[in-house]
């Protein structure tokens, strides 16, 4: 299959910190590609990179022709890529319904995308006139992807869904993420391993700020060695 993304050798400092010094991965389209690596690594920075958050200043990062780097957020968002930001970054004070309507590109586009997002997340139709602030957690996680659904985004950059969330709420997500990945490319952060090796077909481990290695999660899941070396887990 082709790749949507390709991200080739980036760099990114934050301030005086060298955050990301070599990422390099691809992610096929149509796949869910997560990536790995102990708290610190670099993932989230790599996510944000690739989304216009921070600067990359070295490397290359292509998605469907299209050099992003140096582009601002608004463009890469224009050009088909949704981002859901970790600890979830909803307006508290506005309804579910506000929370949607926010995030169209153009009129008349949730109305358009609206028994698609109901259909993965029925809570939110139940809830649809709720203060975001009144949701669980859960469930503001699930606005917080429906909002990233509202445009039809090609790409999906989902930073931790399952952080936070009750195991049974962790099952529901995952198996929203199962069906939209049959809409969306998705490219995840995710630090439960049994999580992302459920719902992932491709990985890449980054350690340090590097991409330190690549592959199907199917093959990685026979290495307990690489697992236990890179991640902690078994």
Known sequence: MPNILEV????????????????SFQ?????VTVLLGRNGAGKTTTLRSIMGLWKPHRGRINYQGADLVGKPA???AQLGIGYVPEYRAIFRHLTVAENLRIAERKRGQLAERQRFIFDLFPDLERLYNWPGGQLSGGQQQMLAIARALVAENKLLLID???EGLAPVLIEQMMQAIRQLSSHSTVLLVEQNFRVASQLADFYTIIEDGKSVHHGEIKQLLKEPDLIRRYLGAA
């Open 160 to 162: 931790e869904p399952s």
């Open 8 to 23: 080739d050798e980036i760099y990114t400092d934050i301030g005086q910190f060298h955050i990301l010094e070599g990422v």
């Open 74 to 76: 608004y463009q890469i």
């Open 27 to 31: 992610v096929p389209e149509g796949s």
